[in-house]
């Protein structure tokens, strides 16, 4: 299957300060890449959809301006936890979408675990 | 979008198929079901999916009912590396793509 790389895989940063995440996709052109994040023992929840050259698409409730999304091109979107706090500590994945005819297949990053102190 | 059950929890003793159950009662006629798992830690991986046919790859095979209200996954020989949270879902369509949610799944549990 595609490859999808996520950068950093772990980090841990000071309260107040911004922390950004990459997620690429390797082998394939991605239109639409994916945010999720997951809570300890929780399945992943859907933040926002990032299609390439316009304003991503934030679930309810989630913050837009606190959650920064870019994907400037067709291999690599952006993540920016901005001012993060102890409770934005979490596990983020991307998923990056190829589309092949009528289905299409999801291709998830192995994550980043972000601990905010 | 198309709501999804699974059991919670399952148990399976290594070496034994793992059959997984699903019931998807309000799917659409051309809406796909797809298989993912989540092993500790790490992103979901893609396993199957299928439309109305039954599917079979390297990793597992998908058995759907004939009314597509329900679907099988089926690991044929389960090893320890198989236990993960196993995650049953309908996309659906938004604005031209996929949105892919994900439940609480199966938490497949193999014992040596």
């Known amino acids: 299957g595609a490859v999808v790389s996520q950068h950093p895989s772990w980090v841990i940063c000071k309260s107040g300060t911004s922390v950004k995440i990459e997620c690429r996709s390797l082998?394939?052109?991605?239109?639409?890449m994916f945010w999720y994040r997951q809570f300890p023992k929780q399945s992943l929840m859907l933040m926002a959809t990032s299609n390439e050259g316009s304003k991503a698409t934030y679930e309810q409730g989630v913050e837009k301006d606190k959650f920064l999304i870019n994907h400037a091109s067709l291999t690599l979107s952006t993540l920016t936890v901005t001012s993060a706090h102890p409770e934005d500590s979490s596990f983020y994945i991307c998923?990056?979408?190829?589309?092949?005819?009528?289905?299409?297949?999801?291709?998830f990053g192995q994550g980043t675990r972000l601990t905010v102190v | 979008d198309a709501k999804t059950t699974q059991p919670t929890s399952m148990d399976c003793a290594e070496g034994r198929a793992a059959n997984l159950p699903c019931n998807h009662s309000t799917i659409s006629g051309n809406e796909y079901v797809y298989w993912y798992r989540q092993i500790h830690s790490q992103g979901p991986q893609y396993i199957i999916h299928?439309?109305?046919n039954n599917e079979t790859n390297e990793m597992a095979s998908l058995i759907i009912t004939e009314d597509r209200k329900s679907s099988t996954l089926i690991l044929p020989h389960a090893t320890l590396r198989d236990t993960a949270v196993y995650y049953c879902?309908?996309?659906?369509?938004?604005?031209?793509?996929?949105?892919?949610?994900f439940g609480i799944g199966t938490k497949l549990q193999v014992i040596p």
């Open positions: 082998d394939f052109q991605a239109t639409t």
């Open positions: 299928g439309l109305k």
């Open positions: 998923s990056a979408r190829e589309l092949r005819g009528r289905a299409t297949e999801a291709f």
């Open positions: 879902i309908v996309p659906f369509e938004n604005g031209g793509y996929q949105k892919v949610t």
